[in-house]
């Protein structure tokens, strides 16, 4: 089993930066690949990012690549999320998530944290 606690959320306006975390706790991550996800009001999950535990290999979401940076400390069981030039249009619920690198979906998942972005 692999635990999810995702921080960092917060109310910010257009245009700041915010970090948010996930601490993993459970069994050991290699072989595992680490995932952001966001979900906006009325809206399904989408993805935004992942990492490879191992090698910290990342693939990002077009509609973030270049403004979000995902990273992990393996040393910590930390994984993050860095948003830049934030818009209205980032405001979700954000969660992490694991899943096995050679899989197809994420068994594991956090409960989220709110980020709103005001214009």
């Known amino acids: 089993q692999v635990q999810l606690v995702e921080s960092g959320g917060s109310t910010v306006k257009a245009g700041d930066s915010l970090r948010l975390s996930c601490q993993v706790s459970?069994?050991?991550?290699?072989?595992?690949?680490m995932g952001w996800f966001r979900q906006a009001p009325g809206e399904g999950r989408d993805f935004m990012a992942n990492?490879?535990?191992?090698?910290?290999?990342?693939y990002y979401a077009d509609s973030v690549k270049g403004r979000f940076t995902i990273s992990r400390d393996n040393a910590k069981n930390m994984v993050y999320l860095l948003m830049n030039d934030l818009t209205p249009q980032d405001t979700a619920v954000y969660y992490c998530a694991a899943g096995l690198l050679k899989g197809d979906s994420y068994p594991y998942w956090g409960q989220g944290t709110q980020v709103t972005v005001s214009s």
């Open positions: 990492i490879a535990w191992d090698d910290a290999v990342t």
């Open positions: 459970g069994r050991s991550l290699a072989g595992y690949a």
